[in-house]
T-cell receptor, first 114, second 112 residues
Framework: DVKVTQSSRYLVKRTGEKVFLECVQD?????MFWYRQDPGLGLRLIYF???????EKGDIPEGYSVSREKKERFSLILESASTNQTSMYLC?????????????FGDGTRLSIL | AQTVTQSQPEMSVQEAETVTLSCTYD???????LFWYKQPPSRQMILVIR??????QNATENRFSVNFQKAAKSFSLKISDSQLGDAAMYFC?????????FGKGTKLSVKP
């Protein structure tokens, strides 16, 4: 089975801090994704990456950056955390062998910015 | 641009009964796929069922089936013989070129 591991289930940080959310997948997937999940808004794509060192902006990239130095690891960075970034963050991955490949998700990181 | 609409924020079903969750979408892509994901409370998002848009036959996976109406851009999920473990948020998603657009979700409650 595909395993997507997010480094933290719960995280509490302070306004202005630089925050790193880490995601690792073990299936050699080309594509990796970061989503933000808020009640009533569903999942919104922040960034995705289709290869090492490659990244593409999603629907809500403002205030975030990403890093993909190795194929298995995709990091989401909040450069200067703000309270409106309090949310659930989901990482996902899939392989690029056609459109029908589902995305596999991690358990999520519930991030609180105080 | 692609959009996905789930018009039912919450649904409820009696155990052992059947429930249908609605989803409509809009896309300009000619090659796309449709997915239903389930997210139990405080647990991982998992794939329930997928449908290739070029296939007319509706997908089925055990107690889960879809009613795919391509011309109407409708993709509903039917859960038969509902079980307590089916209680979750359900998300409809449309995918192309590896990316997914999600609906806002439907929270399904199952009454014993």
């Amino acid at each position: 089975d595909v395993k997507v591991t997010q480094s933290s289930r719960y995280l509490v940080k302070r306004t202005g801090e630089k925050v790193f959310l880490e995601c690792v997948q073990d299936m050699d997937h080309e594509n990796m994704f970061w989503y933000r999940q808020d009640p009533g808004l569903g999942l919104r794509l922040i960034y995705f990456s289709y290869d090492v060192k490659m990244k593409e902006k999603g629907d809500i990239p403002e205030g975030y950056s990403v890093s993909r130095e190795k194929k298995e690891r995709f990091s989401l960075i909040l450069e200067s955390a703000s309270t409106n970034q309090t949310s659930m963050y989901l990482c996902a991955s899939n392989t690029w062998t056609g459109n029908n490949q589902p995305q596999h998700f991690g358990d999520g990181t519930r991030l609180s910015i105080l | 641009a692609q959009t996905v609409t789930q018009s039912q924020p919450e649904m409820s079903v009696q155990e052992a009964e059947t429930v249908t969750l609605s989803c409509t979408y809009d896309t300009s892509e000619s090659d796309y796929y449709l997915f239903w994901y389930k997210q139990p409370p405080s647990r991982q998002m998992i794939l329930v069922i997928r449908q290739e848009a070029y296939k007319q036959q509706n997908a089925t996976e055990n107690r889960f089936s879809v009613n795919f109406q391509k011309a109407a851009k409708s993709f509903s999920l039917k859960i038969s013989d509902s079980q307590l473990g089916d209680a979750a948020m359900y998300f409809c998603a449309v995918g192309s070129q590896g990316n997914l657009i999600f609906g806002k979700g439907t929270k399904l409650s199952v009454k014993p």
